[in-house]
């Protein structure tokens, strides 16, 4: 690391997020599925989430929309990025990856791209990657995208998987500042490979674990334990958050926005309960928009973004968790 590397900030230009237009209500999933508008309100807080229209939209077009809202938004242009990350585990192919068919339609070459999978954390380690690139001065701009087409993946024969996700993509444009005091002020990864049965998507009848061979759900399709799920989750979301509040000093007073993963209102209000958060300092968007996995937490940050609800005075952080199973904090001020 160079000695200029060393003494540099990473500010977020701006933000940029896509969504379909059609709305799947809960009224529309009880047509599909045994289920109604109470159950799915009561377990999950969600009203509707968003659907790709698979003849003309999917993670690429989303991701490459996501992201040249944020260009726009900073009055840039695809040739000034050095590299495009985008997080996602619902690539329509797994190559070319989905950063280089953006990176193409964006006019970004020679551009570096990559995607990264960590399932739902897969925009908050797409962050935390790139500031580590750029403080290093190995990259000066880059473009992260977290974006997932999930109702490609999801048996709508299923109602426990069903009727939590939805379609979204969200993006941040990073560049290098001469400020050391901008960027992540503090970022955690972490990951247990030994949880991965809670949450995956086989795609061979191999990979099925015998206890879950009768899982009616069909192979590449998205399979959950929804209850050893929920107790992770719930658990992991307080540790992350603390984490991150107790390496930076701050508290439920200093912290601007908490933007969580939006995995189910329940966890959600269990974490922000159990810390003290006021409601205002953690944002829901689930209601509308469902469970968006590498999606969620780059779309909240675009809407309070814009919204003018990030604040310079007082940092934000970002938390997620997901399949792998895998956890993700990123601590910023802007």
């Not at 599925?33 to 509707?48: A, K, L, P, S």
């Not at 993670?59 to 996602?88: E, H, P, Q, Y």
């Not at 570096?112 to 990259?139: E, K, P």
């Not at 990864?189 to 061979?204: F, N, Q, V």
């Amino acid at each position: 690391m160079t000695e200029s590397a060393q003494r540099c900030g990473v500010r977020i230009l701006a933000t940029g997020s896509c969504v379909p237009e059609r709305r799947l209500t809960n009224d529309d999933l009880s047509k599909l599925v045994d289920t109604n508008d109470e159950w799915i309100v009561q377990r999950t807080g969600i009203h509707e989430r968003r659907v790709c229209d698979p003849s003309t939209e999917g993670t690429f077009t989303m991701a490459r929309d996501a992201l040249k809202n944020a260009l726009d938004a900073a009055g840039l242009k695809g040739s000034d990025l050095d590299l495009i990350i985008v997080g996602t585990v619902t690539a329509e192919m797994t190559c070319p990856s989905v950063a280089a068919r953006v990176s193409a339609a964006l006019g970004a070459t020679p551009a570096a791209a990559f995607d990264l999978s960590a399932a739902c954390c897969g925009f908050v380690y797409s962050m935390n990657i790139a500031q580590a690139l750029i403080a290093s001065g190995q990259f000066r701009t880059i473009g992260v995208v977290g974006a997932e087409c999930m109702t490609s993946i999801v048996d709508y024969s299923d109602r426990t998987v069903s009727i939590l996700f939805g379609d979204a993509a969200g993006a941040a444009i990073l560049r290098r500042d001469p400020d050391p005091r901008i960027g992540c002020l503090y970022s955690m990864m972490g990951a247990d490979g030994t949880g991965w049965e809670s949450l995956y998507i086989p795609r061979r009848t191999q990979e099925v674990p015998a206890f879950d061979r009768d899982n009616p759900i069909r192979l590449g399709h998205l399979r959950m334990n929804g209850k050893e799920v929920f107790r992770f989750a719930v658990t992991k979301f307080r540790e992350v958050i603390e984490d991150a509040l107790k390496q930076t000093g701050l508290t439920a007073e200093t912290v601007g926005q908490v933007i969580c993963h939006q995995s189910n209102i329940r966890i959600i209000e269990a974490a922000r309960a159990k810390l003290e958060l006021p409601n205002e300092k953690v944002y829901v968007n689930i209601d509308r928009f469902g469970n968006s996995s590498a999606g969620s937490v780059g779309l909240c940050l675009d809407q309070l973004w814009r919204a003018g609800k990030i604040e310079k005075e007082r940092p934000f952080v970002m938390v997620a968790f997901g399949g792998g199973l895998t956890w993700a904090s990123g601590v910023w001020r802007v």
